[in-house]
């Protein structure tokens, strides 16, 4: 065996830092020292799905592919001259490295499922929506809608590209649901379905809201226009017959406001007081009735002609804000439970028998059999098969842990190796991960705080209720005749309404901007929240780490080629994720024969590769004596009994988290919960700032009571996760956010989803949060201007339908080009 | 004065026309997604035959048979 040249590793580490890339001595090419995500030097982009092809191995004629599904899709689609879904935008698809497992939608073929999604059914057609995430561009809406040229069972299909869902309509003598589900996952669009699917209705978006709008609108302007008469009756324009005529087409076209849009107002203050709460509605209804009898008693008693075009008009800004303010996302949902990630069914195995179940239907004492890449849906023992099970969804471990037959394995694990059949000790709702939903804390709506807003009108309110009988007592005194007038006027125009119109545009704003740097909020209450918020809890895996890559070094003695790929074919053998890095970063020679491979769960593998017997596995395994470390993980490595070096692998922080966390650690307290070890500590203190506290192998209850303690000791918290295993304390916290990857992921349930590598932006996002309020202040002084000029003529008892007409829309459109402009200019600030 | 009065008559029952028009266009499901109809329409639909139909005038782009004259 030739002898390598030993390379010294001792002076240039310290305790906590291993950095090989500061090591004084002059490497030979051999000790190569690259990362894994590093991207390969000629850049080949796969022809369906624009990723990086890692060689020009897969390809059909010039075009590459960075995998065999993609080119699988390519190859469907020519056959079937579907080819113009690559022409019209470049690179459409999704990446298929894993493939999907074929009997994967088995369960369509049953009746009982079936009938939970089928929409609408006749004797030859049935109607079904499927909800497929990959839909983003006008490619996928081409490819779909010609679904019909791929099966020809399929009448038509309409795509609703807001939702992400296609409305398929199809003969269902000539094909089947499942096969439309198979036609679809073949093409690269999978449709998600999942219990939630079933058990309740996506919430649609609220079409009263607009119809109260459209029928004020039509009022507001029509009564704007029959009532110019009227503004000019003091300059001698008036025809009384004519000026009769308007004033009751006035009274009644403003029927339709006061009785059907402004109903909205009504409710919201109702509902404020039942419940003991005096919101900011209260007034405005207060406002709006005034204003209405004032107007008729006007008409009625011929005396003027009403208000009637500042009430409408007031309605229909308000309705106009609310509407802004309320904007959904379609496409996202902020409500998603465990349902929402657990497949709708699954194998059961009954005498023998594969049936199809769904997941409800699982009772204890069944035995499952769950496939290669499947979640485990219910608590259970393991009864056959070798599973290597991967809990990174529910606790944040990244390291799959291996079970033998008869140890229990928990639901949301999902198996990496093959298929293992359990045993159910629970069902579905009472498994651990799913008992955490029903959970009191988790049950009872979060104690909300009420909004500075409604708080500013109570105060409003008061002083406005004030000068109303200042006003009264004064022309009790000098002219009684004139009360009615005066209050009636100082209430009409002291209306909160422009308070109320600030906040709704400002929020409705603020919301748009947020949402242009990916961070979408669930509604305008999570603004003002997150504004307040005191103290950010981040999860480790998946949130201050990327998903994916890690980067992963070598150091010891210098490697030939030959030997590196020694080692690369024997971890190739392995499933272990260190493993599989360590195989793509050594290569392999795939004619290297294998003998003796031996692999010790939580130690390592061993095996004779030619005639070099090569260990890879801790220090303990490896018989390794000068110990090294690191921020990482590390593998040790022995060929023939020799210690040679070790293998690091370090998880890639996202970029700029040192520099984020910096930022951040100077205003907020900041805390860390992993449910992963505590391997990057050191690392991990130094970037959150000495004051941090951090939590390791934190399960998801912990986390959740982690949240809670923080909030007994009243704080506002923040936290910032990804995984179902956050899933608790996002709901718990003042402020959940999510991370998604793409905003195609599904993320638990929150108060926001944030794209992921918008993340280092959450500074910029809490201060424009926190000048949403200055903001709201700053238009309501203004249009307090309005309302003191509008106060001197009301207190007089001399306000005239022309002036409240001209001021009403005069401060309405005012504010809302002012919460226009200043949040815009705020944001480029 | 009775002109403006039918003037009046006619502008509002206009007005009410598009009132019911908008609610129409809301109830038929048109402000729900912006995106595909829009694009829809720019789709053309392609002869899917690869045969040859036109003889000497094919202009089947696709068109894979021997004797057409665009080969």
Same mark, same amino acid.
């Given at each position: 065996?030739?002898?390598?040249?030993?390379?010294?590793?001792?002076?240039?580490?310290?305790?906590?830092?291993?950095?090989?890339?500061?090591?004084?001595?002059?490497?030979?090419?051999?000790?190569?020292?690259?990362?894994?995500?590093?991207?390969?030097?000629?850049?080949?982009?796969?022809?369906?799905?624009?990723?990086?092809?890692?060689?020009?191995?897969?390809?059909?004629?010039?075009?590459?592919?960075?995998?065999?599904?993609?080119?699988?899709?390519?190859?469907?689609?020519?056959?079937?001259?579907?080819?113009?879904?690559?022409?019209?935008?470049?690179?459409?698809?999704?990446?298929?490295?894993?493939?999907?497992?074929?009997?994967?939608?088995?369960?369509?073929?049953?009746?009982?499922?079936?009938?939970?999604?089928?929409?609408?059914?006749?004797?030859?057609?049935?109607?079904?929506?499927?909800?497929?995430?990959?839909?983003?561009?006008?490619?996928?809406?081409?490819?779909?809608?010609?679904?019909?040229?791929?099966?020809?069972?399929?009448?038509?299909?309409?795509?609703?590209?807001?939702?992400?869902?296609?409305?398929?309509?199809?003969?269902?003598?000539?094909?089947?649901?499942?096969?439309?589900?198979?036609?679809?996952?073949?093409?690269?669009?999978?449709?998600?379905?999942?219990?939630?699917?079933?058990?309740?209705?996506?919430?649609?978006?609220?079409?009263?809201?607009?119809?109260?709008?459209?029928?004020?609108?039509?009022?507001?302007?029509?009564?704007?226009?029959?009532?110019?008469?009227?503004?000019?009756?003091?300059?001698?324009?008036?025809?009384?017959?004519?000026?009769?005529?308007?004033?009751?087409?006035?009274?009644?076209?403003?029927?339709?406001?006061?009785?059907?849009?402004?109903?909205?107002?009504?409710?919201?203050?109702?509902?404020?007081?039942?419940?003991?709460?005096?919101?900011?509605?209260?007034?405005?209804?207060?406002?709006?009735?005034?204003?209405?009898?004032?107007?008729?008693?006007?008409?009625?008693?011929?005396?003027?002609?009403?208000?009637?075009?500042?009430?409408?008009?007031?309605?229909?800004?308000?309705?106009?804000?609310?509407?802004?303010?309320?904007?959904?996302?379609?496409?996202?949902?902020?409500?998603?439970?465990?349902?929402?990630?657990?497949?709708?069914?699954?194998?059961?195995?009954?005498?023998?028998?594969?049936?199809?179940?769904?997941?409800?239907?699982?009772?204890?004492?069944?035995?499952?059999?769950?496939?290669?890449?499947?979640?485990?849906?219910?608590?259970?023992?393991?009864?056959?098969?070798?599973?290597?099970?991967?809990?990174?969804? +529910?606790?944040?471990?990244?390291?799959?842990?291996?079970?033998?037959?008869?140890?229990?394995?928990?639901?949301?694990?999902?198996?990496?190796?093959?298929?293992?059949?359990?045993?159910?000790?629970?069902?579905?709702?009472?498994?651990?991960?799913?008992?955490?939903?029903?959970?009191?804390?988790?049950?009872?709506?979060?104690?909300?705080?009420?909004?500075?807003?409604?708080?500013?009108?109570?105060?409003?309110?008061?002083?406005?209720?004030?000068?109303?009988?200042?006003?009264?007592?004064?022309?009790?005194?000098?002219?009684?005749?004139?009360?009615?007038?005066? +209050?009636?006027?100082?209430?009409?125009?002291?209306?909160?309404?422009?308070?109320?119109?600030?906040?709704?545009?400002?929020?409705?704003?603020?919301?748009?901007? %947020?949402?242009?740097?990916?961070?979408?909020?669930?509604?305008?209450?999570?603004?003002?929240?997150?504004?307040?918020?005191?103290?950010?809890?981040?999860?480790?895996?998946?949130?201050?780490?990327?998903?994916?890559?890690?980067?992963?070094?070598?150091?010891?003695?210098?490697?030939?080629?030959?030997?590196?790929?020694?080692?690369?074919?024997?971890?190739?053998?392995?499933?272990?994720?260190?493993?599989?890095?360590?195989?793509?970063?050594?290569?392999?020679?795939?004619?290297?024969?294998?003998?003796?491979?031996?692999?010790?769960?939580?130690?390592?593998?061993?095996?004779?590769?030619?005639?070099?017997?090569?260990?890879?596995?801790?220090?303990?395994?490896?018989?390794?004596?000068?110990?090294?470390?690191?921020?990482?993980?590390?593998?040790?490595?022995?060929?023939?009994?020799?210690?040679?070096?070790?293998?690091?692998?370090?998880?890639?922080?996202?970029?700029?988290?040192?520099?984020?966390?910096?930022?951040?650690?100077?205003?907020?307290?900041?805390?860390?919960?992993?449910?992963?070890?505590?391997?990057?500590?050191?690392?991990?203190?130094?970037?959150?700032?000495?004051?941090?506290?951090?939590?390791?192998?934190?399960?998801?209850?912990?986390?959740?009571?982690? +949240?809670?303690?923080?909030?007994?000791?009243?704080?506002?918290?923040?936290?910032?996760?990804?995984?179902?295993?956050?899933?608790?304390?996002?709901?718990?916290?003042?402020?959940?956010?999510?991370?998604?990857?793409?905003?195609?992921?599904?993320?638990?349930?929150?108060?926001?989803?944030?794209?992921?590598?918008?993340?280092?932006?959450?500074?910029?996002?809490?201060?424009?949060?926190?000048?949403?309020?200055?903001?709201?202040?700053?238009?309501?002084?203004?249009?307090?201007?309005?309302?003191?000029?509008? %106060?001197?003529?009301?207190?007089?008892?001399?306000?005239?339908?022309?002036?409240?007409?001209?001021?009403?829309?005069?401060?309405?459109?005012?504010?809302?080009?002012?919460?226009?402009?200043?949040?815009?200019?705020?944001?480029?600030? | 004065?009775?002109?403006?009065?039918?003037?009046?008559?006619?502008?509002?029952?206009?007005?009410?026309?598009?009132?019911?028009?908008?609610?129409?266009?809301?109830?038929?499901?048109?402000?729900?997604?912006?995106?595909?109809?829009?694009?829809?329409?720019?789709?053309?639909?392609?002869?899917?035959?690869?045969?040859?139909?036109?003889?000497?005038?094919?202009?089947?782009?696709?068109?894979?048979?021997?004797?057409?004259?665009?080969?």
């Amino acid at each position: 065996m030739p002898t390598l040249p030993l390379i010294t590793i001792s002076a240039p580490f310290d305790t906590h830092h291993c950095l090989p890339v500061a090591l004084p001595v002059v490497l030979p090419k051999s000790f190569i020292m690259a990362t894994i995500s590093a991207a390969p030097d000629t850049k080949l982009q796969c022809a369906h799905c624009g990723e990086d092809c890692p060689d020009k191995k897969i390809s059909l004629g010039d075009k590459n592919f960075c995998c065999e599904g993609c080119k699988l899709v390519y190859e469907i689609l020519n056959e079937n001259d579907l080819c113009d879904y690559y022409t019209l935008n470049a690179n459409p698809g999704q990446a298929q490295r894993i493939p999907v497992r074929k009997d994967k939608f088995a369960f369509l073929d049953d009746k009982k499922i079936q009938q939970q999604l089928i929409q609408f059914q006749d004797d030859t057609q049935t109607h079904l929506t499927f909800y497929i995430p990959h839909i983003h561009c006008s490619s996928c809406l081409w490819l779909l809608e010609n679904l019909h040229r791929l099966d020809g069972g399929v009448q038509r299909v309409t795509v609703n590209f807001a939702k992400k869902e296609a409305l398929i309509i199809f003969r269902q003598q000539e094909t089947s649901l499942r096969h439309i589900a198979e036609t679809l996952t073949s093409i690269g669009y999978e449709p998600y379905i999942s219990l939630q699917d079933l058990r309740q209705q996506k919430p649609r978006i609220q079409k009263g809201l607009i119809y109260r709008l459209g029928v004020a609108g039509f009022c507001f302007a029509n009564i704007m226009l029959l009532s110019f008469p009227e503004y000019f009756s003091h300059y001698g324009y008036a025809d009384e017959k004519m000026n009769h005529i308007f004033r009751w087409l006035n009274l009644t076209l403003s029927l339709p406001v006061f009785f059907y849009s402004a109903q909205v107002f009504y409710r919201s203050a109702w509902g404020g007081l039942k419940s003991g709460f005096l919101n900011i509605d209260l007034p405005i209804v207060l406002a709006i009735i005034v204003t209405f009898i004032r107007s008729l008693t006007d008409v009625l008693t011929d005396t003027g002609g009403g208000y009637f075009d500042s009430m409408t008009g007031i309605v229909f800004f308000m309705l106009v804000g609310r509407i802004l303010q309320d904007k959904t996302y379609q496409g996202l949902s902020f409500d998603r439970d465990y349902t929402a990630y657990f497949p709708i069914a699954i194998t059961v195995l009954k005498d023998g028998q594969q049936v199809p179940t769904a997941l409800p239907d699982i009772k204890t004492n069944d035995t499952l059999l769950i496939h290669n890449q499947e979640l485990i849906p219910a608590d259970g023992i393991l009864v056959k098969g070798n599973a290597i099970i991967d809990y990174s969804f +529910v606790t944040g471990e990244a390291v799959p842990v291996q079970k033998n037959a008869g140890e229990i394995v928990y639901a949301g694990g999902k198996q990496l190796e093959g298929n293992i059949e359990i045993l159910t000790i629970k069902e579905v709702a009472q498994s651990y991960l799913t008992s955490l939903w029903n959970r009191e804390e988790l049950k009872t709506p979060k104690e909300k705080q009420p909004s500075f807003i409604h708080l500013l009108s109570r105060y409003f309110t008061w002083v406005v209720l004030s000068i109303a009988v200042i006003t009264a007592t004064y022309w009790w005194a000098h002219d009684p005749s004139r009360i009615w007038p005066a +209050v009636t006027a100082v209430l009409i125009v002291a209306c909160p309404c422009a308070l109320l119109l600030a906040a709704s545009f400002t929020n409705g704003h603020i919301l748009r901007i %947020l949402s242009r740097h990916h961070l979408y909020l669930r509604n305008a209450d999570a603004i003002e929240r997150l504004a307040d918020v005191d103290h950010i809890v981040f999860d480790k895996t998946g949130t201050l780490t990327g998903k994916a890559t890690a980067s992963i070094s070598y150091q010891g003695m210098p490697l030939t080629k030959e030997k590196l790929w020694a080692i690369g074919s024997l971890a190739a053998q392995s499933t272990h994720p260190l493993s599989k890095m360590i195989a793509s970063f050594c290569g392999k020679d795939e004619s290297l024969p294998i003998r003796n491979f031996r692999s010790i769960a939580a130690n390592g593998i061993s095996g004779w590769v030619q005639y070099n017997f090569i260990q890879l596995g801790n220090a303990a395994f490896t018989g390794t004596s000068s110990k090294v470390h690191t921020d990482g993980s590390t593998v040790y490595v022995t060929i023939d009994g020799q210690q040679t070096g070790c293998f690091i692998v370090r998880h890639h922080y996202r970029e700029g988290i040192a520099a984020l966390l910096g930022h951040l650690r100077k205003k907020y307290a900041l805390s860390l919960l992993s449910g992963d070890n505590d391997a990057e500590a050191a690392y991990l203190q130094e970037i959150m700032g000495p004051s941090a506290s951090l939590h390791f192998a934190q399960q998801p209850v912990d986390k959740l009571g982690y +949240v809670l303690s923080l909030q007994k000791q009243g704080r506002r918290v923040l936290m910032i996760g990804d995984g179902l295993n956050d899933a608790g304390a996002l709901k718990q916290s003042d402020v959940g956010i999510s991370l998604t990857e793409n905003s195609n992921n599904f993320t638990p349930a929150s108060d926001g989803i944030l794209e992921a590598d918008q993340m280092i932006q959450l500074p910029r996002f809490i201060r424009i949060c926190r000048n949403n309020k200055r903001i709201i202040i700053l238009t309501f002084i203004i249009s307090l201007l309005y309302n003191i000029i509008g %106060l001197f003529f009301a207190v007089q008892g001399i306000l005239s339908p022309l002036t409240a007409a001209i001021l009403m829309p005069a401060s309405s459109i005012s504010i809302v080009l002012l919460t226009y402009g200043l949040s815009e200019w705020m944001d480029r600030a | 004065m009775s002109v403006i009065i039918i003037l009046l008559g006619a502008s509002l029952l206009v007005a009410i026309f598009f009132l019911a028009a908008f609610i129409w266009s809301v109830r038929n499901g048109q402000f729900e997604d912006d995106f595909s109809p829009a694009h829809r329409i720019l789709f053309e639909i392609k002869p899917t035959e690869t045969g040859c139909k036109s003889g000497n005038a094919c202009s089947n782009t696709n068109c894979k048979s021997r004797i057409c004259n665009q080969h």
